[in-house]
Every structure is written in C-alpha cells, then in structure tokens.
C-alpha cells in the first residue's frame, strides 16, 4: 500500500522564522510528489516534483525531492502570519486517474 | 470564474436517508475524483472517473456511487447515510492521463456533510 508520512504533524513558531516541513513516501509507481496548502477550504497547489534534485522556488517557498532517498522538504522562509495553514504532501503513482495519496498533513501555526 | 464547483456546500441530513453531491469542472480536464477529509484532515481518494469510466474505486462502501452524465460532472450518490458518513468531501479534476507525469489537480470547496 503506498504511504507518504509527513513530520512534523504541527509546528508553532514566530514570524519571521524559517520552518522546513518534511515528507517521506513508498509508492510501488511514483510519478510525481505535490504541495498543497490547505487554509479553510479547498486545497491549493503550490509545486509539483518529478525529478529528483530540482528545487521549485515561488517566492519565499521552495520545495526540492530526492528520489534516491524518497523524500521531499518544503521550506518557508521569513514566515508570514498568512502562511499559517495545514500543508499537505501528496504522491502520484500509475497513471493519473490513480489519483494522489495524501499524507496526514502538516498544522504549521505562525504567530505573531 | 469558478474552476472545480461543488453543491450544496452544506449538508445535514438524517441517518437512513440519500443524498447526492454535485461537482462540475469547467476546465477541460479528462479526469475528475472524489476525496473524503474525516474530521482529523486526512484526505483519501474515493473515486477517479476518466472519460465516463470508473477507473478506481478504493475500499469505500457500495452505498457510494459516482454518476458521470458527461466529462464535466462528476456526481456523488449516498445511499442509507450512516453517522460515520459525516465528514468533507472534495471533488477534484486534473488533465493528464495514462503516460502524463502531471498530476496537479484542481479541488472544489468542498462539502461539508454531516449525518445526524
């Protein structure tokens, strides 16, 4: 059964910080690694990875994947209160009507 | 305009009863799911239609049954609603198929579904 683990599960810290969330995955067929951040509603894509080694920079995120060791980091940095949100790793494997299996999440909190 | 739409937004409804949740993509995309999130936020896949044909269909009850009139509409029946029911369901669409390495999927609001 494939399995993506997130860690850590919550994490507080202040604005301004830096937090790295982690996310490791076994899939019999892996074809991709995707960030979603998911405030009140509906997850919301940030990066996709599919190659191992490349870093996807969208301002002050930045995700890379290493393949070899089946793992993906998502970095935030200088933290804003409006990154508090559940962040949620997810892993394509087989064709895209597999779907993507999900890991539990990430609760990141910024505080003021 | 709204890419993934979902109705109704809000659902509560008794024990023993049907129900059905509507989800319509405008995006063109071949493939559209079901995902259930229980009340600890974990999302799991329930359904995947592409091109009207039930591609899988995980460990999830008989009494869910995805209904797909066209690629745009991806409908979700529940039958004899059971408290353990209660939960988000999200509808989501993605483009890409077998022999595409794109899996970014477009969610709905979600529905928030809740037995009683």
């Known amino acids: 059964e494939d399995k993506v683990v997130q860690s850590p599960l919550s994490l507080v810290v202040h604005e301004g910080d830096t937090v790295t969330l982690n996310c490791s995955y076994e899939?019999?067929?892996?074809?991709?690694l995707l960030w979603y951040k998911q405030e009140k509603k509906a997850p919301t894509f940030l990066f996709m990875l599919t190659s191992s080694g490349i870093e996807k920079k969208s301002g002050r995120l930045s995700s890379i994947l290493d393949k070899k060791e089946l793992f993906s980091i998502l970095n935030i940095t200088a933290t804003q209160t409006g990154d508090s949100a559940i962040y949620l790793c997810?892993?394509?494997?087989?064709?895209?009507?597999?779907?993507?299996?999900f890991g539990k999440g990430t609760h990141l909190i910024i505080q003021p | 305009d709204t890419a993934v739409s979902q109705t109704p937004k809000y659902l509560v409804t008794q024990m023993g009863n049907d129900k059905s949740i509507k989800c319509e993509q405008n995006l063109g995309h071949d493939t559209m799911y079901w995902y259930k999130q229980d009340s600890k936020k974990f999302l799991k896949i329930m359904f995947s239609?592409?091109?009207?044909?039930?591609?899988i269909n995980e460990t999830v009850p008989n009494r869910f049954s995805p209904k797909s009139p066209d690629k745009a509409h991806l409908n979700l029946h529940i039958n004899s609603l059971e408290l353990g029911d209660s939960a988000v369901y999200f509808c989501?669409?993605?483009?890409?198929?077998?022999?595409?390495?794109?899996?970014?999927?477009?969610f709905g609001p979600g529905t928030r579904l809740t037995v009683t």
């Open positions: 239609y592409n091109n009207k044909e039930l591609i």
């Open positions: 989501a669409s993605s483009q890409d198929f077998y022999g595409s390495f794109s899996y970014e999927q477009y």
């Open positions: 899939v019999t067929n892996f074809r991709s």
């Open positions: 997810a892993v394509g494997g087989g064709g895209g009507a597999d779907g993507l299996t």
